[in-house]
């Protein structure tokens, strides 16, 4: 079964003041017990992206941070990003673009 699915809906029926969670966050949210539970989440996520990206809407993924870091999602999300020609190739640029776009994926997904 795919997490894809689940995932999208908790992100969209998370409350946006509680936005964004961490990978580990949205796997308790969703059951998963390990071994490789953040791995799950970040391939759902991957899926989530490459939806969004042909549907020419807001990546949701933004929506799901690495607990590590500046509040940024993990490598992994930028790399995918810049390959589905969304982002700037130039990481000086990603993090701005990075906090346009979860603003977007907020008023796009979020119900609550």
Same mark, same amino acid.
């Given at each position: 079964?795919?997490?894809?699915?689940?995932?999208?809906?908790?992100?969209?029926?998370?409350?946006?003041?509680?936005?964004?969670?961490?990978?580990q966050?949205? $796997?308790?949210? !969703? +059951?998963?017990? =390990?071994?490789?539970?953040? #791995?799950?989440? @970040?391939?759902?996520?991957?899926?989530?992206?490459?939806?969004?990206?042909?549907?020419?809407?807001?990546?949701?993924?933004?929506?799901?941070?690495?607990?590590?870091?500046?509040?940024?999602?993990?490598?992994?999300?930028f790399?995918? $990003?810049?390959? !589905? +020609?969304r982002y =700037?190739?130039?990481?000086? #640029?990603?993090? @701005?673009?990075?906090?346009?776009?979860?603003?977007?994926?907020?008023?796009?997904?979020?119900?609550?």
């Amino acid at each position: 079964m795919t997490l894809a699915s689940p995932l999208r809906e908790l992100l969209a029926s998370t409350p946006s003041s509680a936005l964004p969670i961490t990978y580990q966050q949205a $796997a308790n949210a !969703l +059951g998963l017990s =390990p071994p490789r539970t953040i #791995q799950r989440v @970040a391939q759902a996520l991957e899926q989530l992206m490459r939806e969004d990206a042909a549907a020419q809407k807001p990546f949701i993924a933004t929506l799901v941070i690495s607990r590590s870091g500046k509040g940024l999602p993990a490598a992994g999300f930028f790399e995918l $990003a810049v390959e !589905l +020609g969304r982002y =700037p190739a130039s990481p000086s #640029q990603q993090e @701005a673009f990075y906090y346009s776009e979860r603003q977007q994926a907020i008023n796009e997904w979020c119900r609550c």
